[in-house]
């Protein structure tokens, strides 16, 4: 097949992608944060009595405990750092993917997964801090009612920590790694894909097989991150003793997870974590294409 030579970039195409990921971030979202909730949960639990209200055995028990013992809007702990950050968080993973394309030159496989590894280095620079807040909230387990708000969990941070990389920015690192190969893997196969199959005529079955090829990037994607990702609930948690800090680093904390839990536990939370951002991958794909589509064509050159 021929390879394709990227489009010109203006700053019109610009807006156009950050406006059209930003809708598919703040979709996502909405739709699919309680199963984050869940996979923080799981991946931050090392070893616990079944009896405890505290100690989860399955996607189901963890929601109806935490739905029981903390209140049905508990399943939307710490969402609004997401949804604050999500919005310019997949506006600029969309965009920035899109600079790293038209770089690279040529639209060919590799373009695709080299631009998508950019992009997500990108993205976890800039929400990692948001990402250090969104984990401390999810892993207080008081009543939804009494736990702290944001801003209070972002102070307190910032107060006995501070900004740096023990503090507001910990576990940089591991959020560059799990975005980073996620977006490698998410975008390099659906525009590989999607760039040489046939597209269905009727609308309604191209929006399925979008969906279906994002779900396909955001499984692959969810299964080979996963490692950096309970890395970085570990370090960004909770500690297993106060004062004392255990997990320091993105691959010594994978290497004490291994050793002192196995190799399963690299992979706590795969279940709630494909669930989320299986779908998640489809749902933003579809609206990404979509609101740049409406776009285009009701601004035209």
Known sequence: MTEKKPTPFSLKNMAFNLIAGGSAGFTEICIMHPLDVVKTRFQIQTT?????PFYYTSIFDCLRKMARNEGLLSLYKGVLPPVLVETPKRAVKFLSFEIYKQLCG???P?????????????????????EVVKVAQQA?????????SVWKVTREIVRTQGIGFRGLNKGVTATIGRNGVFNMIYFGVFHSVNSRVSQPKEKWMQNVQKFAIGLVGGV?????NIPFDVAKSRIQGPQPEPGKIKYRSTFASIAIVYRE?????LYKGLVP?????GPGAG?????YEHVHKYLTLRYPD
Do not use: H, W, Y
């Open 48 to 52: 616990g009595n079944p009896a405890d």
């Open 106 to 108: 040529t639209m060919t």
């Open 110 to 130: 590799t373009t695709f997964f080299l631009a998508g590894l950019g992009s997500g280095v990108t993205e976890a620079i800039l929400v990692n801090p948001f």
């Open 140 to 148: 207080n387990k008081a009543d939804q009612k009494v736990a702290p």
């Open 220 to 224: 692959i994607g969810s299964c080979a």
């Open 261 to 265: 839990e196995g190799l399963r536990a």
């Open 273 to 277: 974590k494909v669930l989320r951002l």
């Open 283 to 287: 749902i933003m794909m579809v609206v």
